[in-house]
């Protein structure tokens, strides 16, 4: 397993050793043991959760004020354009985001600490999108922030197009109006 630290550098981006060959492939997705080691993260993860989307379907920027969820995340299916946005207010940075494409061919993950918003859009025709999570969902807690926040800036790779976004996300809250992490 290869391990990036992001743009953000508590964002890790994690490559997974494949075995492939004329048969197909075999990896890894998760090992306890050896995500310790090359992170230095020791953390129990207590969920998982899968969901599908259809092409352009953005969900996010969520988060958990209290309850702060850990994710590990990642691509079976198509591809997404995946964002973690800095809600710590005593981070140097606050306020920033990060973004990687993740997908069932680049087999990439990506670890999103505690104290991040997350979201993502699906960037091919549909994708299907697995997380382990550090806390269970806690729907009092759950908070959005706006994906189209202009204090933001957030280069989503709409290509012209609005994004389909649930009633719930449309009513995500501006950086300057959001319940915020210490």
């Known amino acids: 397993m290869k391990v990036t630290p992001a ?4 964002v890790l981006l994690i490559e997974p050793k494949i075995f492939g060959d004329e048969r ?4 890894e997705s998760y090992n306890e043991r050896g995500f310790a080691e090359m992170t230095g993260i020791n953390t129990r993860f207590v969920q998982d959760n899968h969901s599908r989307s259809a092409h352009n379907v953005l969900r996010g920027l969520h988060y958990q004020i209290q309850q702060p969820q850990g994710k590990l995340i ?3 299916s198509g591809s997404v354009f995946d964002v973690a946005v800095d809600l710590r207010r005593r981070s140097s940075t606050f306020g ?3 973004a990687t494409i993740l997908s069932a061919e680049n087999k990439r993950m990506a670890w999103i600490p505690p104290g991040f918003a997350h979201g993502f859009l699906v960037t091919s025709d549909a994708a299907e999108f697995l997380y382990k999570t550090t806390d269970y969902w806690a729907p009092a807690h759950e908070r959005c922030l706006a994906w189209n926040d202009p204090l933001l800036a957030i280069d989503w790779p709409l290509q012209g197009c609005a994004p389909t976004v649930s009633a719930k996300d449309q009513q995500g809250r501006a950086l300057r109006d959001a319940e915020l992490f210490p």
Do not use: A, L, Q
């Open 74 to 76: 990642r691509v079976i």
């Open 24 to 27: 197909g492939f075999f990896f």
């Open 7 to 10: 743009s953000i550098p508590d």
């Open 96 to 98: 920033k985001w990060t």
